[in-house]
């Protein structure tokens, strides 16, 4: 096979898999897959629930520990709650939940360590998740006014 035929392959063939090196440990990512699934939709940008310095300050030993800790955390609290109005945006959760499952299990096999810095991170995103939640609920209280302003005894 010629290089030029090499080249001209792997720039047409998406890249199947990434092996994500998590200290000790090692898991295979389909990140095309994960991106062909994920739905922009980001309604409220000034709300901010993940900061990219609370991923990126994790240490090394810790990110096995992080990222089934974050997996868990949008497979049990976000995926779980997500009602879409589209089935696609259903359809498409679904599969990014299956997929994170498939990637934890994966990570359950690993053992990880979790120090407390990193526990406490989780622990701030679980806290950010309900604060930004009441908040919203808060927000969105004209609409109870609304109804009991409509409502008749």
């Given at each position: 096979?010629?290089?030029l035929h090499i080249i001209?392959?792997?720039?047409?063939?998406?890249?199947e898999s990434r092996r994500l090196h998590l200290g000790s440990c090692a898991v295979t990512v389909h990140i095309h897959e994960l991106r062909q699934y994920y739905i922009a939709?980001?309604?409220e940008l000034a709300v901010?629930?993940?900061e990219k310095s609370l991923m990126n300050d994790i240490?090394?030993?810790d990110r096995c520990c992080f990222l089934?800790?974050?997996?868990r955390f949008y497979v049990e609290r976000v995926f779980n709650n997500y009602t879409g109005s589209e089935s696609q945006h259903q359809r498409s959760v679904s599969a990014l939940a299956n997929a994170f499952i498939s990637i934890r299990r994966d990570i359950k096999l690993c053992h990880c360590h979790c120090g407390e810095e990193t526990l406490r991170k989780i622990d701030s995103l679980h806290a950010e998740f309900i604060k930004q939640?009441?908040?919203?609920a808060v927000g969105e209280l004209h609409t109870v006014l609304d109804w009991l302003e409509t409502t008749h005894t």
């Amino acid at each position: 096979m010629s290089f030029l035929h090499i080249i001209i392959n792997s720039l047409i063939r998406p890249v199947e898999s990434r092996r994500l090196h998590l200290g000790s440990c090692a898991v295979t990512v389909h990140i095309h897959e994960l991106r062909q699934y994920y739905i922009a939709g980001d309604n409220e940008l000034a709300v901010k629930l993940l900061e990219k310095s609370l991923m990126n300050d994790i240490q090394e030993g810790d990110r096995c520990c992080f990222l089934g800790l974050l997996l868990r955390f949008y497979v049990e609290r976000v995926f779980n709650n997500y009602t879409g109005s589209e089935s696609q945006h259903q359809r498409s959760v679904s599969a990014l939940a299956n997929a994170f499952i498939s990637i934890r299990r994966d990570i359950k096999l690993c053992h990880c360590h979790c120090g407390e810095e990193t526990l406490r991170k989780i622990d701030s995103l679980h806290a950010e998740f309900i604060k930004q939640a009441a908040v919203k609920a808060v927000g969105e209280l004209h609409t109870v006014l609304d109804w009991l302003e409509t409502t008749h005894t």
